[in-house]
Nanobody, 119 residues
Framework: QVQLVESGGGLVQPGGSLRLSCAAS????????MDWYRQAPGKQRELVAR???????YYSDSVKGRFTISRDNAKNTVYLQMNSLKSEDTAVYYCNVALLNGLGSRDYWGQGTQVTVSS
C-alpha cells in the first residue's frame, strides 16, 4: 500500500511564502513524475507544477517565476516552494505521484492541504 502525506499549507499574507511537502511511503519500486495540482472553490483541479524523472520541470503560466518544484529521490518526497503569493493562489493543493509498486504503474493522490492567501 502506498501513502502520500502532504504538509506545509496554511494562511499567509499576500507577498508571503509557503513550502509544501509530499512524502510517498510504502512498497515503492520506482517513482516517475511528481506533480502539484490545485483546486480553488468552484474551479477545476489544475496542474501547477511537474517534476519529471529526468529532472526537467513544467510550470503553469500563472505560477512561473514564483513557484519552484523540487524532489528528494532518496526520501520519495516532492516539494513546492511558493513565493510572492497572491490571493488567486488560494486553493487546496494536491500532490500526485506516478510510481511503480507491486500492483504495477499508477498514480496516487495526496490528501490535499489548504493554502489561503489573505490579509
Amino acid at each position: 500500500q502506498v501513502q502520500l502525506v502532504e504538509s506545509g499549507g496554511g494562511l499567509v499574507q499576500p507577498g508571503g511564502s509557503l513550502r509544501l511537502s509530499c512524502a510517498a511511503s510504502g512498497s515503492i519500486f520506482a517513482v516517475y513524475n511528481m506533480d502539484w495540482y490545485r483546486q480553488a472553490p468552484g474551479k477545476q483541479r489544475e496542474l501547477v507544477a511537474r517534476m519529471f524523472n529526468s529532472g526537467n520541470t513544467y510550470y503553469s503560466d500563472s505560477v512561473k517565476g514564483r513557484f519552484t518544484i523540487s524532489r528528494d529521490n532518496a526520501k520519495n518526497t516532492v516539494y513546492l516552494q511558493m513565493n510572492s503569493l497572491k490571493s488567486e493562489d488560494t486553493a487546496v493543493y494536491y500532490c500526485n505521484v506516478a510510481l511503480l509498486n507491486g500492483l504495477g504503474s499508477r498514480d496516487y493522490w495526496g490528501q490535499g492541504t489548504q493554502v489561503t492567501v489573505s490579509s
